[in-house]
């Protein structure tokens, strides 16, 4: 199945040696929204391992996971009980309350209004004994990312990329937002690498219903972070580590640069040929590549 992926990607499964099945952890797993590794997944060349506990959600992961997939009901944090607030729209459940105010100030009627409240326990990924060596960790639980991080730093050691909502505009009470996320990760060795996506939304005014939504959205909310293990160490990354953060990179979240780094280091260390670098610039797309220059 490959051979649906761009040929970037085709080339590093193809010249690359990897030491296992590239592992991804999904926190959050809820389905709402296409995950940036779902080609990958589709082509067969990656595991996934999930975590959802709003029940409609994880019951729909497992009427649709493949059989690289494993989905746990479980809320994962620090490993404390926790009290998970049920919103009105699926999207922003969480177990922080809502900030009205900041909620007033980009969002629509209801935004504020949680269904209910459900008393959970949580997991700290650190104390599962079974959890998977891994490379990504993808999280987006509104809110409570900093306790997930604080859970698993025994494992966490060992992967080479983090991806993350970030908050700049408030929406719930005491969420660590964008700063302290940012201090979390650099402190357990990560560095912000790219965004793949922020999101704006209007502010509320008087004069809304004429304005076309899309282009007055004037303030940011959040989006999705790509952190990275800093680059700054590569010398103590092992060979696994390279070329699974390279696949990522190149199939998860489009760093062509970051590909070619991690390739070179590869050729100073003697794992692969040295024409490589250039051969995978042979296979980017035409459009980013200054023309008239041999490899």
Same mark, same amino acid.
């Given at each position: 199945m490959s051979g649906d992926l761009p040929e970037t990607i085709r080339f590093l499964l193809r010249e690359?040696?990897?030491?296992?099945?590239?592992?991804?952890?999904?926190?959050?797993?809820?389905?709402?929204?296409?995950?940036p590794y779902a080609d990958l997944l589709k082509s067969g060349n990656c595991r996934v391992v999930g975590f959802e506990p709003q029940p409609s959600a994880f019951a729909e992961l497992q009427k649709t996971k493949s059989e690289n997939e494993i989905y746990f009901p479980h809320a994962v944090g620090n490993g404390d009980p926790a009290t998970l607030r049920i919103y009105r729209s699926s999207?922003?459940?969480?177990?922080?309350e809502p900030d009205a105010a900041g909620m007033q100030l980009v969002g629509g009627p209801g935004w504020a209004r949680v269904k209910a409240e459900v008393g959970m326990e949580t997991v700290a990924l650190d104390a599962l004994p079974d959890l998977p060596e891994f490379d990504l960790l993808?999280?987006?639980?509104?809110?409570?990312?900093? *306790? !997930?991080?604080a859970g698993a730093e025994?494992?966490?050691?060992? /992967?080479?990329? %983090?991806?993350?909502e970030l908050r700049y505009h408030r929406l719930y009470r005491d969420e660590p937002m964008l700063g302290g996320v940012d201090n979390e990760l650099r402190r357990q060795g990560f560095a912000l690498h790219r965004f793949m996506f922020n999101?704006?939304?209007?502010?509320?005014?008087?004069?809304?219903?004429?304005?076309?939504?899309?282009?007055?959205?004037?303030?940011?909310?959040d989006g999705d972070a790509v952190y990275i293990r800093d680059l700054t160490g590569i010398a103590a990354f092992t060979d696994g580590q390279i070329v699974h953060l390279a696949l990522l990179a190149s199939?998860?979240?489009?760093?062509?640069?970051?590909?070619?780094?991690?390739?070179?280091? *590869? !050729?100073?260390?003697?794992?692969?040929?040295?024409?490589?670098? /250039?051969?995978? %610039?042979?296979?980017?797309p035409e459009g980013l590549k200054v023309s008239g220059i041999p490899g």
């Open positions: 690359l040696s990897f030491p296992r099945k590239t592992t991804i952890i999904d926190v959050g797993a809820n389905p709402i929204n296409v995950p999207g922003l459940t969480s177990i922080f993808k999280i987006d639980i509104q809110g409570g990312e900093n *306790l !997930v991080f025994r494992v966490l050691a060992r /992967a080479v990329c %983090v991806i993350v999101k704006s939304l209007p502010l509320a005014n008087s004069q809304k219903a004429r304005l076309r939504p899309r282009r007055v959205a004037d303030q940011l909310v199939a998860v979240f489009e760093s062509h640069s970051l590909v070619l780094h991690l390739l070179d280091e *590869l !050729v100073r260390r003697g794992k692969v040929a040295g024409n490589l670098p /250039a051969g995978y %610039v042979d296979a980017m």
